[in-house]
């Protein structure tokens, strides 16, 4: 039977704690912040005018997306395959959701607000890496805040040595998109991926 109304889905789960919403947020404490200075990825999630929901990855050294103020983030966009979906997602809505995840913490912090693309050259420059700046930021006026508990993490023992995964185990990149696109070349793919990721990365 499927789920098609909230009286259906609250009859099905008990009622949250207190605590599960007196400890969101409309601003960023010092232990959002502090989180955020520590963590080297985020999802962010976003849709677009079709209204298909899409995330994405982002990942550069710890404190990589910067606290402007309690209530403003700013991710830089590095280079990528230039089809910058989640930018042209916050054209059209510019509600995102961003999930920041710390190596060896089993908690996230989960934060939402509003984005914008900004490219002012002034703003973006303290997010140069290699004297690299990104294109464009998006800044993103936070509305809700929370530290999200460590369950998820710790059922998927992510952070776990001896859960990693052998790469063997999996086609490379490129394998995969020859598999997919008609006529294209798993090695050129794959040659062609690390060249980006030694060179390209910034």
Request: hydrophobic share 35%.
């Given at each position: 039977?499927?789920?098609?109304?909230?009286?259906?889905?609250?009859?099905?789960?008990?009622?949250?704690?207190?605590?599960?919403?007196?400890?969101?947020?409309?601003?960023?404490?010092?232990?959002?912040?502090?989180?955020?200075?520590?963590?080297?990825?985020?999802?962010?999630?976003?849709?677009?005018?079709?209204?298909?929901?899409?995330?994405?990855?982002?990942?550069?050294?710890?404190?990589?997306?910067?606290?402007?103020?309690?209530?403003?983030?700013?991710?830089?966009?590095?280079?990528?395959?230039?089809?910058?979906?989640?930018?042209?997602?916050?054209?059209?809505?510019?509600?995102?959701?961003?999930?920041?995840?710390?190596?060896?913490?089993?908690?996230?912090?989960?934060?939402?607000?509003?984005a914008e693309i900004v490219t002012d050259?002034?703003?973006?420059?303290?997010?140069?890496?290699?004297g690299k700046a990104p294109l464009s930021?998006?800044?993103?006026?936070?509305?809700?805040?929370?530290?999200?508990?460590?369950?998820?993490?710790?059922?998927?023992?992510?952070?776990?040595?001896?859960?990693?995964?052998?790469?063997?185990?999996?086609?490379?990149?490129?394998?995969?998109?020859?598999?997919?696109?008609?006529?294209?070349?798993?090695?050129?793919?794959?040659?062609?991926?690390?060249?980006?990721?030694?060179?390209?990365?910034?």
């Amino acid at each position: 039977m499927a789920i098609t109304n909230q009286s259906q889905l609250r009859g099905t789960y008990r009622e949250p704690a207190p605590r599960a919403q007196q400890k969101v947020l409309d601003h960023l404490d010092r232990h959002c912040r502090a989180f955020i200075e520590l963590s080297p990825f985020c999802v962010i999630s976003s849709f677009g005018a079709d209204g298909r929901a899409d995330t994405s990855p982002r990942g550069d050294p710890p404190g990589f997306v910067a606290v402007l103020d309690e209530r403003t983030l700013l991710v830089p966009d590095r280079p990528g395959n230039n089809q910058v979906d989640s930018l042209q997602n916050v054209l059209a809505h510019p509600e995102v959701g961003l999930l920041f995840l710390v190596p060896g913490m089993n908690e996230t912090l989960r934060v939402s607000g509003r984005a914008e693309i900004v490219t002012d050259r002034e703003l973006l420059a303290p997010l140069s890496v290699g004297g690299k700046a990104p294109l464009s930021g998006l800044r993103v006026r936070v509305e809700e805040a929370f530290l999200h508990c460590g369950r998820s993490l710790i059922r998927s023992r992510l952070w776990d040595g001896d859960a990693q995964v052998d790469r063997a185990c999996y086609p490379s990149y490129g394998q995969v998109l020859a598999d997919q696109i008609r006529g294209a070349d798993a090695a050129e793919i794959d040659a062609s991926e690390d060249e980006a990721n030694r060179e390209r990365l910034y």
